[in-house]
Antibody, heavy 122, light 110 residues
Framework: QVQLQESGPGLVKPSQTLSLICTVS??????????WSWIRQPAGKGLEWIGR???????NYNPSLKSRVTTSVDTSKNQFSLKLSSVTAADTAVYYC??????????????WGQGTLVTVSS | QSVLTQPPSASGTPGQRVTISCSGS????????VYWYQQLPGTAPKLLIY???QRPSGVPDRFSGSKSGTSASLAISGLRSEDEADYYC???????????FGGGTKLTVL
């Protein structure tokens, strides 16, 4: 059974960079043709897709966040990561990592982490 | 403002059938699959429907999805108290080259 777990600072100062890691267990992050995504949800609001990285390293980002987002994969640690720069209070949210089914299979986001709350405040 | 449009709320009594709509455009629902996610209070979203009308293993057949043109619907029959949750639709958007979600519909079981 695949499991995802987010980790990282729960508090980030304005203008700094938010950094999160998603650790994948129950399967190799480099096996299969999966996409690995980050999705966030401000308190009481809806879901917003941030971006994804493919096992090859190719990426897609939400155009509204693209200038501030970087994702990467560390296959040796079975992890992928998110960096969001120049954060403001508007970036305060629960951040989820999720697996998207193999390229071409159109499974959607079939596995999710439990989410981690990141607050941007001085 | 979400790219996909959902009603903010829906309700029904136990045993009833409820539908939740999701409206998009030619660049997302009109040309790609629709997905539905259920988010119970305080938990991560869970995949409910994929590829417009397919249920993952373990999802009861009380849940069904459909798509027509640039709109999609989620139907829940035999409503139960445990169905009280937020429901989100999602689709890939070719113009944005990214995933877009609906704003979510809060389902209340009266």
């Amino acid at each position: 059974q695949v499991q995802l777990q987010e980790s990282g600072p729960g508090l980030v100062k304005p203008s700094q960079t938010l950094s999160l890691i998603c650790t994948v267990s129950g399967g190799s992050i480099s096996s299969g043709s999966y996409f690995w995504s980050w999705i966030r949800q401000p308190a009481g609001k809806g879901l917003e897709w941030i971006g994804r990285i493919y096992t090859s390293g190719s990426t897609n980002y939400n155009p509204s966040l693209k200038s501030r987002v970087t994702t990467s994969v560390d296959t040796s640690k079975n992890q992928f990561s998110l960096k969001l720069s120049s954060v403001t209070a508007a970036d305060t949210a629960v951040y989820y990592c999720a697996r998207e089914g193999p390229r071409g299979y159109n499974w959607g986001f079939d596995y999710w982490g439990q989410g981690t709350l990141v607050t941007v405040s001085s | 403002q979400s790219v996909l449009t959902q009603p903010p709320s829906a309700s029904g009594t136990p045993g009833q059938r409820v539908t939740i709509s999701c409206s998009g455009s030619s660049s997302n629902i009109g040309s790609n699959n629709v997905y539905w996610y259920q988010q119970l209070p305080g938990t991560a979203p869970k995949l409910l429907i994929y590829r417009n009308n397919q249920r993952p293993s373990g999802v009861p057949d009380r849940f069904s999805g459909s798509k027509s043109g640039t709109s999609a619907s989620l139907a829940i029959s035999g409503l139960r108290s445990e169905d009280e949750a937020d429901y989100y639709c999602a689709a890939w958007d070719d113009s944005l080259s990214g995933w877009v979600f609906g704003g979510g519909t809060k389902l209340t079981v009266l």
